[in-house]
């Protein structure tokens, strides 16, 4: 048999509904809808795929978007700027800067001047740090979508061995935090770990977040374990037609896994979904 679709596109659908339903009940109590600024710079296509449909999904649900664009060649101090300026600016709940940035820019100062409150990506030391103590506050979005989904497909946690493959602080470590708080026992491996087929054929739930086309094979795989594929790659083939693959070999795993995200459909929606659910969260706040 093979193994079951996690379906995230169908998932981000749902919640992009109820989202759209909490807007238009929140709206007059506050006074107005809620509000993302998405700050890219430069011209990377696949950040303004990204960024477009970030701004496609914010009209669907009824967020006002403040997304700003700027040439390559902006300087730290005028993003920094812009940053202050939208924290004081009530009209907007959440801020994002769109990764990556050019080489100049040094991305980590950037986050650390959004207001933790208006903070959508999840990824400022304030909102890390209330994921480690177990407080409530803005999730990072691509984590917060891989347990989300779960969720939806009832896959128990407490108990089970998950192993995440992947060690960034985007996904690899607030999503082993998140499988933690799920009573999951968890384990992190990398590129570097010793023997990496050997822990994942222990996962009964394994998470694949590194980045590399293929990493995970069917041999790697325990039979009936859950398979969520984070990555991310394009390829292009001799053609020259390029398409996306994640970090799993979708095709022969999914004959030995009993649940399999696809990639694309997979966790991508999720993530934007969540940033629209983070935003729209910070917003509630207001009330």
Avoid at 104 to 126: F, T
């Amino acid at each position: 048999m093979e193994a079951k679709i996690l379906d995230g596109k169908a998932l981000a659908q749902k919640i992009q509904t109820e989202l759209k339903q909490q807007v238009e009940e929140l709206t007059p109590k506050i006074g107005r809808p809620p509000g993302l600024a998405v700050l890219m710079v430069g011209d990377n296509p696949a950040s303004a795929a990204y960024v477009r449909n970030k701004e496609r999904s914010c009209e669907k649900v009824g967020i006002t978007s403040f997304g700003k664009h700027f040439p390559t060649e902006t300087s730290q101090e005028e993003l920094t700027k812009v940053i202050e300026e939208l924290n004081k600016d009530d009209r907007v709940d959440g801020i994002l800067v769109q990764l990556p940035l050019p080489d100049h820019l040094d991305s980590v100062s950037l986050l650390h001047h959004i207001d933790p409150d208006k903070d959508a990506d999840g990824l400022h030391a304030v909102n890390l740090g209330r994921l480690v103590r177990g407080e409530s506050g803005l999730r990072s979005c691509t984590p917060a979508g891989v347990m989300r989904l779960m969720e939806e497909y009832q896959i128990p946690l407490r108990g089970k061995k998950a192993v995440v493959v992947g060690r960034s602080i985007l996904v690899g470590k607030p999503l082993a935090l998140m499988l933690l708080a799920a009573d999951a026992t968890v384990t992190i491996a990398h590129s570097r770990s010793q023997n990496l087929s050997e822990i994942t054929r222990d996962a009964d739930i394994l998470v694949a977040a590194a980045g590399r086309r293929d990493l995970i094979t069917a041999d790697m795989v325990k039979p009936g374990a859950i398979v969520i594929d984070v990555g991310i790659n394009r390829v292009t083939d001799e053609a020259g037609n390029s398409r996306l693959v994640g970090d799993v070999n979708f095709d022969a795993v999914k004959t030995v896994a009993g649940y399999i995200t696809p990639v694309p459909g997979g966790i991508g929606p999720m993530t934007v979904a969540l940033l629209l659910a983070n935003t729209v969260w910070s917003y509630s706040q207001k009330k």
